[in-house]
């Protein structure tokens, strides 16, 4: 396979997620910051194009890439940044205003990992949408001397019910070099958690939330805002009081905050 384009591919569900994360008020991302996708039945993914602004996407400015082909080039030691870009080219997709070809964002690894560490687990239907964004608040702190630790504990109870345990990954270059070191952490919180994390932060970029539903992926995308300007007061009058780890245990494994927190992802 390689990457096409296709606006009938582009589901109303897609669309609306996109235009949401880029409503300017949310403060998520401004210009053509940010990236949505949704993972089709085929396995295929159907991701935001670059360039495109989220608040006006049309289902033009979306192509299909193929998961195997983008791991295989994040995954190989001698593929460059050249390969990753010619292979996210949606060939014959000249635009009219003599912008050159559509072509998928360069943050596709972002998504492509994803599912390439889901596939581990076989639950793919947990992670039929993404929305990669930047807002300001988060980023704020994945720029400072605390970004490391700032999310390795949970710091109030709605927190734990909607994010659970969130993944922390180190800054790397957008594009091929983030894709080896974000895949990598993937597959490591997998291996030890045995199952995906629903926000990603990425040091000094932003934020990455998964999940079945796109109201799923909105509710992430917002708890990591409130989470951020939790930490933010925190700190500033003194530091964080995280909840405990045997506290964050124990709630998880409760019956009830199970069945709330798969009830939120699903959009229910």
Not at 73 to 78: A, F, H, L, Q, R
């Amino acid at each position: 396979m390689t990457t096409t384009w296709d606006p009938a591919l582009v589901s109303p569900e897609l669309l609306a997620l996109t235009r949401l994360l880029g409503e300017p008020h949310r403060d998520l991302a401004v210009l053509a910051e940010g990236n949505t996708s949704e993972r089709l039945a085929d396995g295929r993914l159907v991701v935001k194009a670059s360039g495109a602004n989220l608040s006006a996407a049309t289902a033009d400015d979306f192509v299909i890439v193929d998961v195997d082909e983008v791991m295989a080039v994040v995954d190989s030691p001698t593929a460059t940044q050249d390969d990753l870009t010619a292979l996210l080219v949606a060939g014959g997709t000249e635009r009219a205003d003599g912008g050159g070809p559509r072509r998928g964002s360069i943050e596709t690894v972002v998504h492509a990992a994803v599912h390439a560490a889901g596939q581990t687990l076989g639950t793919p239907a947990g992670t039929t949408f993404i929305g990669h964004t930047h807002p300001t608040s988060v980023v704020g702190i994945l720029a400072s001397t605390v970004a490391a630790q700032a999310w390795s504990q949970l710091v109030y109870s709605d927190e734990a019910v909607v994010i659970g345990r969130p993944l922390f990954v180190p800054y790397a270059s957008p594009g091929i070099a983030l894709g080896r070191v974000y895949a990598a952490s993937l597959r490591e919180h997998v291996a030890t958690h045995g199952a995906l994390p629903q926000l990603v932060l990425l040091g000094n970029h932003g934020i990455v939330a998964i999940a079945p539903t796109v109201d799923g992926v909105e509710a992430v995308s917002s708890m990591a805002v409130k989470g951020a300007r939790v930490r933010t007061i925190a700190y500033a009058v003194g530091g964080v009081a995280p909840l405990s780890d045997h506290d964050v245990t124990a709630f998880f494994a409760r019956g009830d905050i199970g069945e709330r927190r798969a009830n939120l992802a699903r959009g229910v």
